[in-house]
Nanobody, 116 residues
Framework: QAHLVESGGGLVQAGGSLRLSCAASLSIFSSKTLGWYRQAPGKQRELVATITIGGRPNYVDFVKGRFTISRDTAKNTVYLQMNSLKSDDTAVYYC??????????WGQGTQVTVSS
């Protein structure tokens, strides 16, 4: 049984918006900081944003002002609202528990494709 399930990706034009969802098990959601990561074709996976169980967000520089991470305690879900999307944002997006070890397991992720 998957503990973290990503959804919400799709194809969007540059400048558009998408909201990704990460449904977590209760045990993880209530006790762990969660993060969104992404992996673009031919590139290493990278951290995008994190949110603590108290709701404090943190962002990497290249998404500040464009992406918003949030959590819904009623749904055990973490969201990533992505606005002003660029072609460079094209990637598979994953959620996981930071810090992620090299041996961590990953879900299927959700594909985000931004057309220019």
């Amino acid at each position: 049984q998957a503990h973290l399930v990503e959804s919400g990706g799709g194809l969007v034009q540059a400048g558009g918006s998408l909201r990704l969802s990460c449904a977590a098990s209760l045990s993880i959601f209530s006790s762990k900081t969660l993060g969104w990561y992404r992996q673009a074709p031919g590139k290493q996976r990278e951290l995008v944003a994190t949110i603590t169980i108290g709701g404090r967000p943190n962002y990497v520089d290249f998404v500040k002002g464009r992406f918003t991470i949030s959590r819904d305690t009623a749904k055990n879900t973490v969201y990533l609202q992505m606005n002003s999307l660029k072609s460079d944002d094209t990637a598979v997006y994953y959620c996981n528990i930071p810090p992620v070890s090299p041996f961590a397991s990953w879900g299927q992720g959700t594909q985000v494709t931004v057309s220019s």
